[in-house]
């Protein structure tokens, strides 16, 4: 499976962004997927997870209640639409692809990873 990410940008404080990504791969319905970031000096950290179907969604408490994820099998598509963006948000954000059934919001748990796409939250 390879994954693309997109969507990152310059957007300011209380805006919104859209990240998408992008996987090609017979295997794709059958992966759970995440989203995670890394900010500059910090540790990779888990944002989001959604399963193969889709009604299996998890968030960090730092982002819940202001995004969302989702995606769309047909296009082999996941996304993750932030709103409310605070100037922590700022980081590189990877999406993540796993095999094993269930969510998990290490790194480790995760086989395949996109190149990442910078959003930056400015005051």
């Known amino acids: 499976v390879q994954l693309q990410a997109s969507g990152g940008g310059l957007v300011q404080a209380g805006g919104s962004l859209r990240l998408s990504c992008v996987a090609s791969g017979r295997t794709f319905s059958f992966n759970g997927m995440g989203w995670f970031r890394q900010a500059p000096g910090k540790e990779r950290e888990f944002v989001s997870f959604?399963?193969?179907?889709?009604?299996?969604?998890a968030y960090a408490d730092s982002v819940k209640g202001r995004f969302t994820i989702s995606r769309d099998n047909a296009k082999y598509t996941m996304y993750l639409q932030m709103n409310s963006l605070k100037l922590e948000d700022t980081a590189v954000y990877y999406c993540?692809?796993?095999?094993?059934?269930?969510?998990?919001?290490?790194?480790?748990?995760?086989?395949?990873w996109g190149q990442g796409t910078q959003v930056t939250v400015s005051s």
């Open positions: 959604i399963d193969w179907s889709g009604n299996m969604k």
């Open positions: 993540a692809s796993r095999g094993t059934y269930g969510p998990s919001t290490t790194a480790g748990g995760y086989d395949y």
